[in-house]
């Protein structure tokens, strides 16, 4: 499965934006979703990712109950609606497959697939 991120810019703290992540092939389905960030000079980290049905989630402490992930299975889809966003939310997004049936894992080493990152900038 191939991965294309978009969505990401510049926003105002405080404000708010939704980054998309295509994937092409087949079987979308067959897939948790994960998505992960990378500030300067730190470690991917992860974000937020769900499970094949989208219906479990699982988030970062940091941004919970700031961010949704959710997924279009008919469009081989899924989503980080980002709200209340901060300063430090600033990194480069990046979308992430791992072919399981099973929860949402926040390991990198689990995800396979990765799409090219969308950068997000919070700042005033």
């Known amino acids: 499965v191939q991965l294309q991120a978009s969505g990401g810019g510049l926003v105002q703290p405080g404000g708010s934006l939704t980054l998309s992540c295509l994937a092409s092939?087949?079987?979308?389905?067959?897939?948790?979703m994960g998505w992960f960030r990378q500030a300067p000079g730190k470690e991917r980290e992860f974000v937020a990712g769900?499970?094949?049905?989208?219906?479990?989630?699982r988030y970062s402490d940091s941004v919970k109950d700031r961010f949704t992930i959710s997924r279009d299975n008919a469009k081989n889809t899924v989503y980080l609606r980002m709200i209340t966003l901060r300063p430090e939310d600033t990194a480069v997004y990046y979308c992430?497959?791992?072919?399981?049936?099973?929860?949402?894992?926040?390991?990198?080493?689990?995800?396979?697939?990765w799409g090219q990152g969308t950068q997000v900038t919070v700042s005033s």
């Open positions: 992430a497959a791992a072919r399981s049936k099973g929860y949402p894992t926040r390991g990198l080493n689990e995800y396979a697939y």
């Open positions: 092939g087949r079987n979308f389905n067959n897939y948790v």
């Open positions: 769900n499970d094949w049905s989208g219906l479990v989630t």
